[in-house]
């Protein structure tokens, strides 16, 4: 690994993004396909990983995304991305996506959601990213957050890991959802 990088601002590394949204990226419905979204968003998370790392960047996870107002054709689209923590290797950007009625102006908000990024070298191994100064109330905030998602992460990964999916515990949990219980195709 190379040698312990400098520390950066989370203003470093922002990233803006607005697009006008075109019929061609419409899913069936008449409303803008969620995987174009997604796609743009990945984009965008890479642009400011790779910024704040220097280094290429893979998607490791994307914490939720809840679409949670359709987008319009003709809308305009604007992603705001920016470092909320960072690891060792890896860096978690958060991006706010808004879509704008540019006609009345009206803004609505479709989604926030938290992409891990890892920094990769030339050789592909994983690389040391800079650290991250926390220059606002609001860059210590979602600092703060992102290490509460990832302890609770953790946590449910600890929880599910010490539960057998068939111990008298794990039944119990099924109880009241939709769901029949038909164990009769098990091979193991
Ligand atoms: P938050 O994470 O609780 O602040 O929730 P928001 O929905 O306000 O924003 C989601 C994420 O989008 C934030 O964590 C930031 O990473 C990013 N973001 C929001 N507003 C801005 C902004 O004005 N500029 C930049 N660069 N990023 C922003």
Redesign the pocket.
């Known amino acids: 690994m190379a040698t312990t990088p400098a520390f950066k601002t989370t203003r470093d590394s922002?990233?803006?993004l607005s697009m006008l949204m075109q019929p061609s990226h419409s899913n069936f419905g008449g409303k803008i396909h969620g995987g174009y979204i997604l796609s743009l968003m990945d984009q965008i998370a890479f642009a400011c990983a790779s910024k704040h790392s220097g280094t290429y960047c893979v998607t490791a996870s994307v914490d939720t995304v809840n679409f949670r107002n359709p987008i319009e054709i003709g809308e305009l689209v604007t992603m705001?991305?920016?470092i909320?923590y960072v690891g060792r290797s890896s860096m978690v950007?958060?991006?706010?996506v808004e879509s704008e009625n540019i006609q009345s102006g009206f803004v609505k908000?479709c989604n926030?959601s938290?992409f891990t990024m890892v920094a990769k070298d030339e050789a592909g191994d994983t690389a040391l990213v800079p650290g991250l100064v926390l220059a606002t109330e609001?860059d210590v905030?979602?600092f703060l957050?992102s290490v509460r998602r990832l302890e609770a992460k953790q946590q449910n990964r600890k929880i599910q890991e010490s539960l057998h999916p068939l111990s008298p515990t794990s039944l119990a949990l099924l109880e009241g959802y939709n769901i029949r219980l038909n164990l009769t195709d098990q091979h193991e």
């Open positions: 922002e990233v803006f705001k991305a920016s909320n950007v958060g991006i706010r908000h926030s938290y609001s905030n979602r957050k």
